[in-house]
Nanobody
Framework: QVHLVESGGGLVQAGGSLRLSCAAS????????MGWYRQAPGKQRELVAS???????NYADSVKGRFAISRDNAKNTVYLQMNSLKPEDTAVYYC?????????????????WGQGIQVTVSS
């Protein structure tokens, strides 16, 4: 299986910045898309940003121009640079990745989630 571990969350004032990281580990064959989702209290989980293996990105309208997603394929790591943070960005942020992993002699698909990391933006 493939495990994802997030880091970099915390408390920041409005207008500040944070950088989230998510590292994938395990018997990874390939990773296709990697992305960040968030879930605020009482709300559904929503896509924040995603990036394909070739670097194509997609952003939620609410974060365009403020957040930037990137990845280091050699390190199986995805990043989310969050600038100009707003109180409404407060949520638990989850990393997601899909691809294939090695099981004995053949590969199988995976879709894994991180454990989530808290981001709190104070006004």
């Amino acid at each position: 299986q493939v495990h994802l571990v997030e880091s970099g969350g915390g408390l920041v004032q409005a207008g500040g910045s944070l950088r989230l990281s998510c590292a994938a580990s395990g018997r990874i064959s390939t990773i296709n898309a990697m992305g960040w989702y968030r879930q605020a209290p009482g709300k559904q989980r929503e896509l924040v940003a995603s990036i394909t293996s070739s670097g194509r990105t997609n952003y939620a309208d609410s974060v365009k121009g403020r957040f930037a997603i990137s990845r280091d394929n050699a390190k199986n790591t995805v990043y989310l640079q969050m600038n100009s943070l707003k109180p409404e960005d407060t949520a638990v942020y989850y990393c997601n990745a899909d691809g294939r992993y090695w099981s004995t002699t053949y590969s199988l698909p995976f879709n894994s989630w991180g454990q989530g990391i808290q981001v709190t933006v104070s006004s």
